[in-house]
């Protein structure tokens, strides 16, 4: 179940075009088994100290399961904007609240593996202690960049996750 209440599978997502306009709607099921294109966030989190909060995706996952990721996001859900979907996603998985407002930093389009989706990237600064949702995180940490690049080509990434953060840092990265 989503934070929402509803099984993610018929959670509704807005689907959009190649410009990110709204052209319909679908259940995430459907979005996902029709390779329809539809939204996401990926929020980058920092502790004070400006590690990055890394996790592993758990294995029953719809997308990517048992993954690494160096952001916290999901979908956008139908009405939702970009903004509302970072702050939500960022505190449900972080197990957060009263994060501040996510920095809105770039939006790209994802494309792969027959999948598309418009992507809003985000940071935050949580100065709080995390307690992340165990439907989503299989395990996680706190890691300088420095640890983290050393990481990239060791562990099994989400590719979109990956692409996001090859652009973030081709854009001078964000500290926070």
Same mark, same amino acid.
């Given at each position: 179940?989503?934070?929402?209440?509803? *099984? @993610?599978?018929?959670?509704? +997502?807005?689907?959009v075009d190649e410009r990110d306009r709204v052209v319909g709607r679908a259940r995430r099921g459907e979005v996902y088994g029709r390779g329809l294109r539809h939204r996401c966030v990926?929020? +980058? /989190? =920092?502790? *004070?100290?400006?590690?990055?909060?890394?996790? =592993?995706?758990t294995a029953d996952k719809l997308v990517f399961p048992s993954r690494y990721d160096m952001f916290v996001g999901g979908v956008v859900g139908a009405g939702e904007s970009y903004d509302?979907?970072?702050?939500?996603?960022?505190?449900?998985?972080?197990?957060?609240?009263?994060?501040?407002? @996510?920095? @809105? $930093?770039?939006?790209?389009?994802?494309?792969?593996?027959?999948? #598309?989706?418009? #992507? /809003?990237?985000?940071?935050?600064?949580?100065?709080?202690?995390?307690?992340?949702?165990? #439907?989503?995180?299989?395990?996680?940490?706190?890691? #300088?960049?420095? !640890?983290? $690049?050393?990481?990239?080509? !060791?562990?099994?990434?989400? @590719?979109?996750?990956?692409?996001?953060? =090859?652009? $973030?840092?081709?854009?001078?990265?964000? =500290?926070?």
């Amino acid at each position: 179940m989503t934070e929402r209440g509803t *099984p @993610p599978a018929d959670e509704v +997502l807005d689907i959009v075009d190649e410009r990110d306009r709204v052209v319909g709607r679908a259940r995430r099921g459907e979005v996902y088994g029709r390779g329809l294109r539809h939204r996401c966030v990926f929020v +980058l /989190a =920092r502790d *004070p100290e400006g590690r990055i909060f890394v996790h =592993r995706r758990t294995a029953d996952k719809l997308v990517f399961p048992s993954r690494y990721d160096m952001f916290v996001g999901g979908v956008v859900g139908a009405g939702e904007s970009y903004d509302e979907a970072a702050l939500r996603e960022a505190e449900e998985e972080l197990g957060v609240h009263g994060l501040p407002a @996510p920095t @809105p $930093l770039f939006r790209f389009l994802y494309e792969g593996d027959g999948q #598309s989706w418009w #992507s /809003a990237v985000y940071g935050v600064v949580c100065d709080v202690a995390v307690s992340p949702q165990v #439907s989503e995180v299989a395990w996680y940490g706190f890691l #300088s960049e420095g !640890e983290l $690049l050393g990481l990239l080509g !060791e562990w099994e990434w989400v @590719p979109d996750g990956f692409e996001a953060f =090859r652009l $973030l840092r081709e854009r001078g990265g964000w =500290r926070g």
